[in-house]
T-cell receptor
Framework: KAGVTQTPRYLIKTRGQQVTLSCSPI?????VSWYQQTPGQGLQFLFE???????NKGNFPGRFSGRQFSNSRSEMNVSTLELGDSALYLC????????????FGPGTRLTVL | QQQVKQSPQSLIVQKGGISIINCAYE??????FPWYQQFPGKGPALLIA?????SEKKEGRFTISFNKSAKQFSLHIMDSQPGDSATYFC?????????????FGSGTQLTVLP
């Protein structure tokens, strides 16, 4: 069974631009979570989606948003990019919100210049 | 608070030795504690996980020890190998519910010398 896939793997943007990252969960998994990983702040929870609904949101500004489609694929969007948004953005999937095990994708490395 | 504190920040072990990484948490509502292994350029991979109703769980060379009263848990890697060199993260979460989110420790960079 294929793992979690994330596209693109690498992205370079400039300040003020916006970016959209994509995540395809493991087949049959319907819950998708997003995390930001930086050297300074470590791994931090962004949000979780299930059945096209956001169930939980971390402590990030409103510039960070996401959505989930009927096929469980998810996208996250960051508007008005700041230098501090440079990070590895990780997507994790699980069968459903009641299943604890979450499987991570390889991440999208975003660099903001 | 939701913090999970992890130590040490880095660890160097000889091949065949035991690697021990410790974590402590504050939120007593946490009821699922996974450990993740991350290699450079890769996403975290689930290694082993434990719930508070057991004090120890072993899978191959990896063992989690859990002390509920002290709110601490640790990862032991027996017979450490150079291929184990990676960054290890402990995490904690509240199962199910709308508050489910993994709260991660700061990570431990493990180097196993040949």
């Amino acid at each position: 069974k294929a793992g979690v896939t994330q596209t693109p793997r690498y992205l370079i943007k400039t300040r003020g631009q916006q970016v959209t990252l994509s995540c395809s969960p493991i087949s049959g998994h319907r819950s998708v979570s997003w995390y930001q990983q930086t050297p300074g702040q470590g791994l931090q929870f962004l949000f979780e989606y299930f059945s096209e609904t956001q169930r939980n949101k971390g402590n990030f500004p409103g510039r960070f948003s996401g959505r989930q489609f009927s096929n469980s694929r998810s996208e996250m969007n960051v508007s008005t990019l700041e230098l501090g948004d440079s990070a590895l953005y990780l997507c994790a999937s699980s069968l459903d919100p009641n299943t604890d095990t979450q499987y991570f994708g390889p991440g999208t490395r975003l660099t903001v210049l | 608070q939701q913090q999970v504190k992890q130590s040490p920040q880095s660890l160097i072990v000889q091949k065949g030795g035991i690697s021990i990484i410790n974590c402590a948490y504050e939120n007593t509502a946490f009821d699922y504690f996974p450990w993740y292994q991350q290699f450079p350029g890769k996403g975290p991979a689930l290694l082993i996980a434990i719930r508070p109703d057991v004090s120890e769980k072993k899978e191959g060379r990896f063992t989690i020890s859990f002390n509920k009263s002290a709110k601490q848990f640790s990862l032991h890697i027996m017979d450490s190998q150079p291929g184990d060199s990676a960054t290890y993260f402990c995490a904690a979460t509240i199962s199910g519910g709308s508050a489910r989110q993994l709260t991660f420790g700061s990570g431990t960079q493990l180097t196993v010398l040949p």
